[in-house]
């Protein structure tokens, strides 16, 4: 069974920057996508990006343009390079590997966006 660790979260200002990254302990032939997650106090979780092993991306629109998801297949990593960051980017990001018969999650890194 493949596990995800996220790394990366903390405390930063508005219009700072922070990248987080996931380790997979392995590799699934059934994977359809990789992504991050996030859940804010009080909400639902929500999709922040997606990538394909061959490099697909999706991205919501709350974060289009200030977010880059990357990923590298040979180490089963991923990461999230997040920048201009904005309190309503508080919350905790999960990383997730997606396919059939898959729904892999990892424990989740706290980011908080505060001045």
């Known amino acids: 069974q493949v596990q995800l660790v996220e790394s990366g979260g903390g405390l930063v200002q508005p219009g700072g920057s922070l990248r987080l990254s996931c380790a997979a302990s392995?590799?699934?032939?059934?994977?359809?996508?990789m992504g991050w997650f996030r859940q804010a106090p009080g909400k639902q979780r929500e999709l922040v990006a997606t990538?394909?092993?061959?490099?697909?991306?999706n991205y919501a629109d709350s974060v289009r343009g200030r977010f880059i998801i990357s990923r590298d297949n040979a180490k089963n990593t991923m990461s999230l390079q997040m920048n201009f960051l904005e309190p309503g980017d508080t919350a905790v990001y999960y990383c997730?590997?997606?396919?059939?018969?898959?729904?892999?999650w990892g424990q989740g890194t706290q980011v908080t966006v505060s001045s």
């Open positions: 990538i394909t092993r061959g490099g697909g991306t």
């Open positions: 392995g590799s699934s032939f059934s994977e359809k996508f």
């Open positions: 997730s590997l997606q396919g059939p018969g898959l729904d892999l």
